[in-house]
């Protein structure tokens, strides 16, 4: 299949859909879930909030200062006294714990950022389902109405032929059993309506109103298979997540190694007692140090090797998690590509039948006016009308559905998708 086969599907989605001019699209309703929607404005703050982390773990090689007082009775002298020290601490030498804390930060963000555009997409494919499912609703709606609207008009004629000696009892009843059939479909459909109204409402942010799909397919499409599986291997989210998340593993296994390194610090501190007894030599010592602090782990009961062995199992598992991601990535790939060409197929299918339908059941009209045709014809050609536009409606619905699938799949699925 390539982008002509793609692009064919227009006239699918435009037959029987004229465009109000105030009709809601799916750019609408994307774009209204895009600024309201409250679970994409959940892991925005996440995000935001695992964005802190870097600038968290850079604090880990800069000056530290505190100040740190006391002050009491002491019964056994008699004497009150306090005192106060200020201490500072420069990190000169880690031994790549902060560098690594720091490039471990930064993976997690990328990951993080990842993550967050497969919940938009995840979103807005909801938003898009929502639509196409109500675009259904909505369409069998007005199918259901016009069966009985003809339904009505057939059932008075047969009535009116019935009273002339043109037809029986028996073509009356059976037009009057279709009515009755007909506005048991009416209330499904009503039911359904309202269902997947309150479905909308809930993830677009809005009552629908009249519903209607724009002229164009998404240009993001890809245009073949093959092409749809690189842009996969190469955008999915997820993947792009399990990606940057190894990368985030292979600083922590670096930051592991590294609590065996030594460390230098410049130290410094100043501070003094008070002796407040009752007499009157009352002093205020004070002391002053600066210098250079070597820290060297000697032992540590095995908890640094452990700690390395740690994560570099928690790296191979991450490396495989990213295998499987990839392999996630491609199977939904090859789902959605096989749902679109599906309903591409049984769309054109539909519309042909549709149309054959429609000319049937005027011929077949025209014909029961000159008493050739019988009233079980008739049903038989508006069942047949009915059953095409419905399947076509629902076609039009997998399309769409099967469309954000793909992009969603191939990281393609954003506001501009659309």
Same mark, same amino acid.
């Given at each position: 299949?390539?982008?002509?086969?793609?692009?064919?599907?227009?006239?699918?989605?435009?037959?029987?859909?004229?465009?109000?001019?105030?009709?809601?699209?799916?750019?609408?309703?994307?774009?209204?879930?895009?600024?309201?929607?409250?679970?994409?404005?959940?892991?925005?703050?996440?995000?935001?909030?695992?964005?802190?982390?870097?600038?968290?773990?850079?604090?880990?090689?800069?000056?530290?200062?505190?100040?740190?007082?006391?002050?009491?009775?002491?019964?056994?002298?008699?004497?009150?006294?306090?005192?106060?020290?200020?201490?500072?601490?420069?990190?000169?030498?880690?031994?790549?714990?902060?560098?690594?804390?720091?490039?471990?930060?930064?993976?997690?963000?990328?990951?993080?950022?990842?993550?967050?555009?497969?919940?938009?997409?995840?979103?807005?494919?909801?938003?898009?389902?929502?639509?196409?499912?109500?675009?259904?609703?909505?369409?069998?709606?007005?199918?259901?109405?016009?069966?009985?609207?003809?339904?009505?008009?057939?059932?008075?004629?047969?009535?009116?032929?019935?009273?002339?000696?043109?037809?029986?009892?028996?073509?009356?009843?059976?037009?009057?059993?279709?009515?009755?059939?007909?506005?048991?479909?009416?209330?499904?459909?009503?039911?359904?309506?309202?269902?997947?109204?309150?479905?909308?409402?809930?993830?677009?942010?809005?009552?629908?109103?009249?519903?209607?799909?724009?002229?164009?397919?998404?240009?993001?499409?890809?245009?073949?298979?093959?092409?749809?599986?690189?842009?996969?291997?190469?955008?999915?989210?997820?993947?792009?997540?399990?990606?940057?998340?190894?990368?985030?593993?292979?600083?922590?296994?670096?930051?592991?190694?590294?609590?065996?390194?030594?460390?230098?610090?410049?130290?410094?501190?100043?501070?003094?007692?008070?002796?407040?007894?009752?007499?009157?030599?009352?002093?205020?010592?004070?002391?002053?140090?600066?210098?250079?602090?070597?820290?060297?782990?000697?032992?540590?009961?095995?908890?640094?090797?452990?700690?390395?062995?740690?994560?570099?199992?928690?790296?191979?598992?991450?490396?495989?998690?990213? *295998? =499987?991601?990839? &392999?996630? /990535?491609? $199977? #939904?790939?090859?789902?959605?590509?096989?749902? %679109? !060409?599906? +309903?591409? @197929?049984?769309?054109?299918?539909?519309?042909?039948?549709?149309?054959?339908?429609?000319?049937?059941?005027?011929?077949?009209?025209?014909?029961?006016?000159?008493?050739?045709?019988?009233?079980?014809?008739?049903?038989?050609? *508006? =069942?047949?009308? &009915?059953? /095409?536009? $419905? #399947?076509?409606?629902?076609?039009?619905?997998? %399309? !769409?559905? +099967?469309? @954000?699938?793909?992009?969603?799949?191939?990281?393609?699925?954003?506001?501009?998708?659309?």
């Amino acid at each position: 299949m390539n982008r002509a086969l793609l692009l064919a599907t227009l006239p699918l989605l435009g037959l029987g859909m004229a465009t109000p001019a105030t009709a809601e699209t799916i750019h609408d309703a994307i774009a209204a879930a895009y600024a309201g929607n409250p679970a994409l404005a959940a892991a925005r703050a996440r995000q935001e909030a695992l964005g802190e982390t870097v600038e968290q773990a850079r604090a880990g090689g800069r000056l530290t200062a505190s100040v740190e007082a006391e002050g009491g009775y002491n019964r056994f002298d008699y004497g009150k006294g306090g005192g106060a020290t200020a201490t500072a601490a420069l990190p000169i030498w880690t031994g790549g714990r902060v560098s690594s804390a720091v490039r471990a930060a930064r993976g997690d963000v990328a990951a993080g950022a990842e993550g967050l555009r497969d919940t938009e997409a995840a979103v807005l494919e909801a938003v898009v389902t929502a639509f196409a499912n109500l675009l259904y609703d909505q369409q069998s709606l007005e199918i259901a109405q016009a069966d009985i609207a003809l339904l009505d008009n057939q059932v008075a004629d047969a009535r009116a032929r019935f009273k002339l000696g043109n037809a029986t009892r028996t073509d009356v009843a059976r037009l009057e059993a279709q009515r009755a059939s007909a506005g048991a479909t009416l209330a499904g459909a009503q039911a359904s309506l309202a269902i997947d109204s309150a479905r909308y409402r809930a993830t677009v942010g809005h009552e629908p109103g009249t519903l209607a799909l724009g002229p164009n397919a998404p240009d993001a499409l890809p245009g073949t298979l093959d092409q749809a599986r690189e842009r996969a291997l190469a955008a999915n989210p997820l993947l792009r997540q399990s990606q940057r998340a190894i990368e985030a593993q292979d600083a922590r296994v670096e930051q592991a190694r590294a609590g065996g390194r030594p460390t230098v610090s410049l130290d410094g501190s100043y501070g003094y007692d008070a002796n407040l007894a009752a007499s009157t030599d009352r002093t205020f010592p004070r002391a002053s140090s600066a210098g250079l602090t070597l820290r060297i782990p000697i032992l540590t009961g095995g908890l640094i090797r452990s700690q390395v062995r740690q994560a570099e199992a928690t790296r191979r598992a991450t490396e495989y998690d990213s *295998d =499987e991601a990839g &392999r996630e /990535a491609v $199977l #939904a790939v090859d789902t959605a590509w096989a749902a %679109l !060409i599906s +309903a591409k @197929a049984q769309g054109d299918a539909n519309a042909q039948s549709e149309q054959a339908a429609d000319l049937a059941l005027k011929g077949v009209r025209a014909e029961y006016a000159f008493g050739l045709r019988s009233t079980l014809d008739i049903l038989v050609a *508006d =069942e047949s009308l &009915r059953s /095409a536009q $419905l #399947a076509l409606a629902r076609n039009r619905s997998d %399309l !769409i559905i +099967a469309q @954000a699938a793909l992009l969603h799949a191939t990281g393609m699925l954003n506001q501009e998708a659309y």
